[in-house]
């Protein structure tokens, strides 16, 4: 079966700098959904990844899909407050997805 | 406003009892699908149902059960047979094409009594 493995499993930046967090699969990847949840709510979905060297963003987040590396990775610029919170990636399976382990982000002020 | 309706928000089930959740969507999805998340351990899929009167097992479905015999709801009953419930319940629904996808409520939290 599908594995997704995240790194980091937690990150804590300082407001206004950059981060990454990535997404790994043991399987090829077909497709990739990128998901925020905040603590004890439903999950938001960002965006999702189709080809291989796709990159797509939304406001400050960019996330790009490497097939052959059969990862993903989700970058945020000038970080704030209100990107705190676990994300998540699903990996497109059929009839379903799989999802990672999830990346806790706290952003300091 | 089109979503997806978890009821309750808390839940409490003491040792033995049958406890059912609630999940109502008006989004006209056929698919909807019941995850389980664990501290640490992400989503685990517990049930999904492509189109009414149908439902598949996930990876973790020993000690539930689903119904689905309305689209808009596919309610999860926690059984006593589940020796560990103690979770954050999450249930979901998209259109059952393979890029679409899938909208979450905001959660059940269950705990044991």
């Known amino acids: 079966s599908q594995e997704l493995e995240q790194s980091p499993q937690s990150l804590i930046v300082q407001e206004g700098k950059n981060l990454t967090i990535n997404c790994t699969s043991s399987?090829?990847?077909?497709?990739l959904y990128w998901y925020k949840q905040k603590y004890g709510e439903g999950l938001i979905f960002l965006m999702m990844l189709q080809k291989g060297g796709e990159e797509k963003s939304h406001e400050k987040i960019t996330a790009k899909l490497d097939e052959k590396k059969q990862q993903s990775s989700l970058h945020i610029t000038a970080s704030q407050p209100s990107h705190a919170g676990i994300y998540l990636c699903g990996a497109v399976g059929f009839q379903k997805l799989v999802f990672g382990t999830g990346t806790r982000l706290l952003v300091s002020p | 406003d089109g979503g997806i309706t978890q009821s309750p928000k808390y839940l409490f089930r003491k040792e033995g009892q049958n406890v059912t959740l609630s999940c109502e969507q008006n989004l006209n999805h056929d698919a909807m699908y019941w995850y389980r998340q664990d501290p640490g351990q992400g989503l685990r899929l517990i049930y999904y149902s492509q189109i009414v009167n149908d439902f598949q097992k996930g990876d973790i479905a020993e000690g539930y059960s689903v119904s689905r015999e309305k689209k808009e709801s596919f309610p999860l009953t926690v059984t006593s047979a589940q020796k560990n419930p103690t979770a954050f319940y999450l249930c979901?629904?998209?259109?059952?094409?393979?890029?679409?996808?899938?909208?979450f409520g905001d959660g059940t939290r269950l705990s044991i009594l």
């Open positions: 399987k090829t990847l077909y497709g």
């Open positions: 979901a629904s998209s259109t059952p094409t393979r890029y679409q996808p899938q909208h």
